[in-house]
């Protein structure tokens, strides 16, 4: 035991029985478990062989303005679902000398609310956006040591490795998408004076609030069903949702389910609805089609009985019902248990649920399978993209995916995936840039038991191994450690994994899929990328184009509408639409469909878009944007809309605000960053549009059928009318170097001969522009 943390954390050990007399650690005079006690003493191990010093002030120097742009806009749906509950439990705990922080998967700072002087002091240890709260950089801390164990962890007082966090009590909860991945943290510090024992009981419920709605949104297009095993906990936080294939597999499920099915991911994803709950797809359909369902009660193998709410599609999976429709079809097939035969229904399902299905229009042949045909909206690029990706499919041939972050590209691996014969196997993606560089090398080939301290003791399989016979997909390959490089060049050339620890290679068969918003050529040329794995990943190449360059916005627009809304015929108002048009999406697919999830609800009630639904961010960006357009040269004249119901410059400019009120410069929590897209203080709305503004892109034409009926883009005379000062030139071309460098600054840097930090100081990334 000498060196572990256990009774009382290192840097306060004492003589027992000696002249001293004993300093009680703070830490100990909690009721916390040998559990817990054993979680912090290993985490200290770790600390103290990664040599660090605990009275030594750490690099509390956060990332970069620009850096932590580009973090949270790939964090920004992890935001979006959090935001909200972060402000929940804001209100769970404010006066309290405390705060809430979301971390993304690395233990970054994303983003921050809290008691203004509890901020203050918060501050000096960095608990800001953008500092790294890694256990490798801040020794044991709550994030940081939940992260590593991947469980909800308290650190108290003494308890921090570095004497300079003593003063905190923090709770953390780590956050995971249905597939079990860290997404990131959620956790609460406070000053150790106030700790109370259910502040880590409400960031737990957060932190599942959080996933279930991540769930949901990830698991729309197939079947969830919701249970329990007492029915009046269906539709709340404690409820299991499991996401079920067509054919019968689990493709995702909530910690609520693993919990009360007492299985992990991995045993879950063995079975299928038949040898778990006793039924199948058809009959859930057929029982669930009506709007008036009630759970149904199903008994597993072992005796165990749960209520069980399904909800799906109903459009695209009603062909997979048995019955004629109206007809009422037992649940089960083959169980032994009280739903077999008749006599069912147990209680009512909670009204939300009972509003869905919503019968909504048949979709395009194809389209709402999630195959490549549901990319394809009219754009000529995406097209020939699709086309090129058919002809290698079930061929074997590696795929690279390129392009700007949000433009789809793990929707495509996930479309080639469907469309391919492999549909049926495991589609496993990694994120390489959100897992951190120690743990990378462990998640992907996985480890023996006792294999190396941390993580889960009993050892894990691989990544690699769990797509076997499916698809792999690596995004963001670009952020790939360069030592592991040569490890994954190894394992796709031989086919087989050694996980780590062991001596035994396991033979893989997979289908891999690679994205990265990266210029891997220009990697190469830095060294920073191996050229040998570049060649042997890009057996095809395609780039997805930015949202600025399609000409089938509107269709897409059309397409999210009718999958957010579906039955509810959405339009958008004319001034939406010409502001759509002209602006740039830096943020790409991704940002329209926050754009529009936020307004739909805005909207709700109501049949047209306008742009009291838009957020005052979005507004905003779109102002900035309108201003730092291109030449009037660029604007093209209008083209004929049918029915056009505004008059050429009848309208404001682009249809945006004379002028909308500026953002707050300073950033919540206090640390005077502020990223455009993200909040400063203040409450905040529920979803934000992500990322800076920029030039227009090309005006596009509209194929098919326009959501806002017949509205001609920006005039060339409101173009003509803007400010076209030597500044703004200068800011033009350094966003269009920065964008055709894949939001590299580095590399922009370079081409312009300006260093990184002009380039910041120019872009003025504290949203003043
Ligand atoms: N064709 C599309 N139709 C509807 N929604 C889309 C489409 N393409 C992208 N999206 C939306 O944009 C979001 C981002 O897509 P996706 O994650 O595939 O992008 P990405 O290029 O992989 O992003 P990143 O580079 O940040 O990983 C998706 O969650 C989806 O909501």
Not at 392 to 409: A, S
């Amino acid at each position: 035991m000498s060196g572990r943390f256990s009774p009382v954390s290192a840097g306060v050990r004492q003589r027992q029985g000696g002249v001293d007399e004993p300093r009680r650690p703070i830490a100990s005079t909690l009721p916390l478990g040998g559990q817990h006690l054993a979680k912090i003493e290993d985490s200290h191990e770790r600390c103290q062989a990664l040599g660090l010093s605990r009275i030594e002030r750490p690099d509390f120097a956060p990332i970069g303005r620009s850096d932590l742009g580009v973090v949270r806009e790939r964090n920004q749906r992890l935001y979006n679902h959090a935001a909200p509950v972060m402000e929940m439990l804001y209100e769970q705990i404010v006066n309290t000398q405390s705060m809430v922080v979301l971390t993304d998967a690395t233990g970054t700072i994303l983003h921050s609310i809290g008691d203004d002087d509890f901020l203050a002091r918060a501050t000096k240890v960095a608990l800001s956006p953008g500092v790294n709260w890694s256990e490798q950089s801040k020794g044991t801390n709550a994030v940081g040591t939940a992260l590593i164990e991947e469980t909800p962890t308290l650190v108290h007082a003494d308890e921090h490795f570095l004497h300079a966090n003593h003063f905190l009590t923090c709770s953390a909860a780590p956050i995971l998408d249905p597939r079990g991945n860290i997404l990131g943290v959620l956790d609460v510090s406070g000053d150790h004076h106030g700790y109370h024992q259910h502040t880590m009981g409400l960031v737990k419920m957060s932190a599942r609030m959080i996933e279930n709605h991540w769930l949901t949104d990830d698991y729309r297009n197939v079947m969830r069903l919701h249970f329990h095993s007492r029915v009046e906990f269906i539709g709340t936080l404690m409820e299991g949702i499991l996401a079920v294939s067509q054919d019968g597999k689990f493709v995702g499920a909530n910690r609520g389910a693993l919990e009360q099915l007492g299985l992990s991911g991995a045993a879950l994803r063995m079975h299928t609805l038949a040898s778990l709950l006793g039924t199948t797809v058809a009959a859930l359909v057929d029982r669930f089609r009506s709007p008036l369902a009630t759970p149904v009660q199903v008994v597993m193998p072992n005796g165990r009985q749960f209520h069980v709410y399904a909800r799906f599609n109903w459009p695209a999976w009603h062909s997979l019902g048995d019955a004629p429709a109206g007809a009422e079809a037992p649940v089960a097939d083959g169980a032994a248990g009280p739903e077999r035969g008749a006599a069912l229904p147990v209680a009512s399902a909670p009204a939300a649920m009972a509003r869905e299905p919503a019968v909504r229009p048949q979709p395009a042949a194809g389209a709402d399978r999630g195959g490549l045909a549901s990319l394809t909206t009219g754009d000529a690029q995406v097209g020939a993209v699709a086309d090129k990706i058919r002809r290698v499919l079930n061929r074997d041939i590696p795929i690279l995916v390129l392009g700007e972050t949000g433009t789809g590209k793990e929707l495509l691996a996930r479309a080639i995936h469907q469309d391919s014969d492999r549909a049926k196997q495991p589609f496993v993606a990694v994120n390489c840039a959100s897992i951190p560089d120690t743990l990378i090398e462990a998640e992907l080939f996985g480890y023996e038991e006792g294999a190396f301290t941390g993580a889960r003791r009993k050892g894990a399989t691989g990544r690699i191994v769990q797509a076997n016979g499916g698809t792999l997909f690596l995004d963001e390959i670009g952020d790939m450690p360069i030592g592991l490089q040569a490890h994954l060049l190894r394992v796709l050339q031989e086919r087989q994994v050694t996980p780590l620890g062991s001596g035994k290679p396991v033979a893989v068969d997979v289908t891999l899929v690679c994205a990265t918003h990266r210029n891997l050529r220009e990697m190469i040329e830095q060294k920073t990328f191996r050229e040998d794995l570049y060649y042997r990943l890009n057996g095809l190449a395609v780039r997805l184009p930015p949202l600025r360059e399609r000409s089938d916005l509107m269709a897409l627009v059309e397409r999210i509408l009718d999958r957010e809304c579906p039955g509810r015929r959405l339009r958008l108002d004319p001034e939406v639409v010409r502001l759509f048009q002209a602006y740039q999406w830096p943020g790409n697919v991704r940002q329209l469909f926050n754009v529009l999830r936020t307004a739909t609800v805005m909207a709700a009630g109501e049949a047209v878009i306008t742009r009291d639904h838009l957020s005052d961010d979005f507004l905003e960006d779109a102002r900035h944007a309108a201003q730092a357009r291109v030449p009037a040269a660029a604007v093209a004249e209008p083209p004929a809309w049918p029915g056009a119901a505004v008059a050429w410059g009848a309208a404001p400019q682009a249809g945006l605000p004379a002028a909308e009120p500026p953002l707050p410069a300073g950033m919540s929590g206090g640390s005077g960053m502020a990223v455009p897209g993200w909040p400063a203080a203040g409450p905040m709305p529920a979803a934000l549009p992500g990322a800076m503004g920029g030039a227009f892109g090309p005006l596009s034409s509209l194929p098919g059928q326009p959501v806002g009926a017949g509205v001609p883009p920006v005039t060339a005379a409101a173009a003509e009318a803007l400010p076209q000062s030597l500044e703004d030139v200068e800011i033009q071309t350094i966003r269009q170097v920065l964008d055709a460098a894949g939001g590299n600054i580095s590399v922009a840097a370079k081409r312009l001969g300006i260093s990184r930090n002009t380039i910041c100081r120019k872009l003025r990334w504290n949203g003043s522009r």
